[in-house]
């Protein structure tokens, strides 16, 4: 099993230009998730979606958009980058929740820079 | 969402404990205590969790205190390998969503 994949691994964008971050997990997980990461912080929920065709907001959510269209892919859009949007981004999937131990797995990241 | 502190920063020679300690004082009765780790250039990774009793599982363990404030999360033998971030993340039973604080730095010495 491949678990958690993201692509691309690396990005530079312009202000002003979009993008779409492509998650891919094949544990067949009903969660998923997107993080940001900036320097020196823990990871922020950007947004997450508990099945197929549903997504919600995270804490950070605004300049984002996500897609859930299939139960293996989670996207993450950027539709106007900001250089604020300069961040490692990462991905993760985990089981139903209610469970104890709702282990999260997560991407390799997708390191963003936009100037 | 009940928070965890962290030193910011331990060091460890390689071959000996690590004991890494995270308070919670606000920890609810039914919030679970979980420890992830990020190594450099990586993801986070699911190290070990529990509720009120001590636990043990093959890469480390974690001790919860009697009144549950705080826990230590315990690598019996560092290697190089273990240096990285470590999170202590308190999930409230019924959810999905965890709250990363900075972490603890773990260097390790050879």
């Known amino acids: 099993n491949a678990g958690v994949t993201q692509t691309p691994k690396f990005r530079v964008l312009k202000t002003g230009q979009s993008m779409t971050l492509l998650c891919a997990q094949d544990?067949?997980?009903?969660?998923m998730y997107w993080y940001r990461q900036d320097p020196g912080m823990g990871l922020r929920l950007i947004h997450y979606s508990v099945g197929e065709g549903t997504t919600a907001k995270g804490e950070v959510p605004d300049g984002y958009n996500v897609s859930r269209l299939k139960k293996q892919n989670f996207l993450l859009g950027l539709e106007s980058a900001a250089p604020s949007q300069t961040s490692v981004y990462f991905c993760?999937?985990?089981?139903?929740?209610?469970?104890?131990?709702?282990?999260?797995?997560f991407g390799p990241g997708t390191r963003l820079t936009v100037l | 969402d009940a928070k965890t502190t962290q030193p910011n920063s331990m060091e460890s020679n390689e071959e000996e404990p690590v004991h890494l300690p995270c308070n919670h004082s606000t920890i609810s009765g039914t919030d679970y205590i979980h420890w992830y780790r990020q190594l450099p250039s990586q993801g986070p990774e699911y190290v070990i969790h529990g509720l009120t009793s001590n636990v043990n599982n093959r890469m480390a363990s974690l001790a919860i205190a009697e009144d549950r404030k705080s826990s230590t999360l315990i690598l019996h033998r560092a290697t190089l390998r273990d240096a990285a971030v470590y999170y202590c993340?308190?999930?409230?039973?019924?959810?999905?969503?965890?709250?990363f604080g900075t972490g603890t730095r773990l260097k390790v010495l050879a």
């Open positions: 993760a999937s985990s089981r139903h929740p209610w469970t104890e131990q709702n282990e999260q797995f």
């Open positions: 544990m067949n997980h009903e969660y």
């Open positions: 993340i308190l999930r409230g039973s019924g959810t999905y969503k965890y709250i």
